[in-house]
């Protein structure tokens, strides 16, 4: 007997599903922890882009990093007030939308 198994291609159009559920942890005078419960998407998921905003010229400069994971800590802040949001990017660089935004003071 032979099993015959339909595989599923990635699909290089969809975006993944939006972040819905960014909370911000661990807050410090220079850093803080972003956690988010991962899409599930039928892509992987490449990286995450954390987006953390201003209204100073910083904003232009260290307007958002990549991270891999959940709990990751972003270092290398200045004192002040954030809106922190994230998006996910899949391995066709599709791009969720950006997710919702956490305001946080260091």
């Known amino acids: 007997i032979y099993v015959i198994r339909k595989r599923t291609k990635p699909k ?32 992987p998921m490449q990286f995450y882009e954390v987006f953390i905003e201003d209204n100073s010229i910083i904003s232009k400069y260290f307007r958002k990093q990549e991270i891999t994971s959940s709990g990751t800590e972003i270092t290398g802040l200045i004192s002040g007030t954030y809106n922190v949001r994230i998006r996910a990017v899949d391995d066709f660089l599709n791009k969720s939308e950006k997710s919702n935004s956490i305001t946080v003071t260091l």
């Open 12 to 43: 290089k159009s969809c975006k993944p599903k939006t972040i819905n559920d960014l909370t911000i942890t661990d807050v410090t005078a220079t850093s803080l922890k972003v956690n988010f419960t991962a899409p599930t998407f039928a892509n």
